[in-house]
T-cell receptor, first 114, second 112 residues
C-alpha cells in the first residue's frame, strides 16, 4: 500500500506570494492533519480534516487555510507569504478520528520564502 | 493549551549504550505514540500504546504506557549509529477532541 504523498517536495517562493501544498493520504484513510516544522523545532499543529470537515485547528493566523476533498486528498494554502513561513510542512493521515488511530506522515514539503 | 513535557531535550551517547527518554503530562492520556524523525523526512511511527501499564517492544526499542496514564517512556537498547535522529512522543486524551498532542522531541546524537 502506498504511503502518504506530498507535492511538491521542494518549493521556493518570494514574500507576498501565496502557495498551495498537496497531500494524498494512504488509501482508505479519511483523516488528514497538517503540521509546520521549523529547523530544530517540534511539530506545530496547523489543522485536521475528516470527511471534508475541519475538526481541529492550531494557533496559526488566517493566512493559513486548508481543505479536504471527497477523495480525502487535502490541500493547504498560505497567502501573503512571510520569511518566517519557511519550514517543512508535514501531512499525516489516519484511518479516522478517535483515540485509537495512529498518524502516518508523508515526507513533507520544504518551503523556502525569500 | 495542553502540552507534553519531553525529556531530555538532547542526548549524547556512545554506540552500544542504552538510551531512555520520557514524556509527562498533567492530564490523563488514553493513547501514547512514539515517532522517530530523520533529517529532512517525516516522522515514522515506532510504537503505539493504548493501555495503562502496557509495555511494547519493536526490535531494540521498548516503550511503556505509565500506570498513572500521565507519562510514557521509550528505551533503546545497544544503540547503533542509525538510531541518530529526533524522537517525538505524542498522545491523545478524551478532552482533546482526539487531536494529537506532541512533545518537543529528544535529539539523539552519537558521540564520535
Amino acid at each position: 500500500k502506498a504511503g502518504v504523498t506530498q507535492t511538491p517536495r521542494y518549493l521556493i517562493k518570494t514574500r507576498g506570494q501565496q502557495v498551495t501544498l498537496s497531500c494524498s493520504p494512504i488509501s482508505g484513510h479519511r483523516s488528514v492533519s497538517w503540521y509546520q516544522q521549523t529547523p530544530g523545532q517540534g511539530l506545530q499543529f496547523l489543522f485536521e480534516y475528516f470527511s471534508e470537515t475541519q475538526r481541529n485547528k492550531g494557533n496559526f493566523p488566517g493566512r493559513f487555510s486548508g481543505r479536504q476533498f471527497s477523495n480525502s486528498r487535502s490541500e493547504m494554502n498560505v497567502s501573503t507569504l512571510e520569511l518566517g513561513d519557511s519550514a517543512l510542512y508535514l501531512c499525516a493521515s489516519s484511518l479516522g478520528i478517535g483515540l485509537d488511530y495512529e498518524q502516518y506522515f508523508g515526507p513533507g514539503t520544504r518551503l523556502t520564502v525569500t | 493549551g495542553q502540552q507534553l513535557n519531553q525529556s531530555p531535550q538532547s542526548m549524547f551517547i556512545q554506540e552500544g549504550e542504552d538510551v531512555s527518554m520520557n514524556c509527562t503530562s498533567s492530564s490523563i492520556f488514553n493513547t501514547w505514540l512514539w515517532y522517530k524523525q530523520d533529517p529532512g523526512e517525516g516522522p515514522v511511527l515506532l510504537i503505539a500504546l493504548y493501555k495503562a501499564g502496557e509495555l511494547t517492544s519493536n526490535g531494540r526499542l521498548t516503550a511503556q504506557f505509565g500506570i498513572t496514564r500521565k507519562d510514557s517512556f521509550l528505551n533503546i537498547s545497544a544503540s547503533i549509529p542509525s538510531d541518530v535522529g529526533i524522537y517525538f512522543c505524542a498522545g491523545r486524551f478524551m478532552d482533546s477532541n482526539y487531536q494529537l498532542i506532541w512533545g518537543a522531541g529528544t535529539k539523539l546524537i552519537i558521540k564520535p
